[in-house]
């Protein structure tokens, strides 16, 4: 039974605010051009809205008193997803890429890799340049460290370091953002 009654306030929490689910008594209204009619009692609202065959919609519940509108809800609602979805695709979202390497790597291995983490950097992202370690090489973790910060030095123009190369485990590790 409370299962049921959970599944019905979410619904009911999903659904628009619009005409009947207005929950004030007072509101300012602005009419389909655009225009503020000024504050209407809810009832007053929804007959100009039914009158023009339109529906009342909850803009601003923050204001006092909040803003309602007469728009087409379907329409409305289709302009609000099209917004969402331009707002979408104008984001970008920064991941973390990862170029892996050994303390011991040769001259061309190396610009191969610097390569890698400059065109991820270009792409806005961000490069975890991580050095790993075979059994008793952790001794040579000085190695490790000059030459990741010879990488950041041959990054600079692009990135900035984030963090420090550091010892993770069996791993050396230094993280670059790009330069905005």
Do not use: W
């Not at 997803?81 to 040769?106: D, F, G, T, W």
């Amino acid at each position: 039974m409370l299962e049921k009654n959970k599944n019905f306030k979410k619904k009911n929490q999903d659904l628009p605010i619009i005409n009947e689910r207005i929950p004030f008594s007072e509101i300012r209204l602005i009419d389909v051009e655009g225009n503020q009619i000024g504050i209407l009692s809810l009832d007053e609202a929804l007959k100009s809205a039914q009158s023009e065959g339109l529906d009342l919609v909850l803009i601003s519940n923050k204001s006092n008193p909040p803003v309602c509108r007469i728009v087409d809800y379907g329409k409305y609602k289709f302009n609000q997803e099209k917004k969402a979805k331009e707002a979408k695709k104008k984001q970008h979202n920064s991941h973390l890429k990862e170029v892996k390497m050994r303390y011991k790597i040769e001259t061309h291995d190396y610009k191969v890799r610097l390569n890698q983490a400059l065109r991820f950097l270009q792409a806005s992202d961000k490069v975890k340049a991580t050095i790993t370690f075979r059994g008793r090489e952790i001794q040579h973790s000085n190695l490790a460290i000059e030459l990741l910060h010879k990488m950041a030095k041959d990054l600079e123009d692009v990135s900035d370091i984030q963090q420090e190369p550091s010892r993770d485990g069996k791993n050396m590790v230094m993280i670059l953002t790009p330069k905005r």
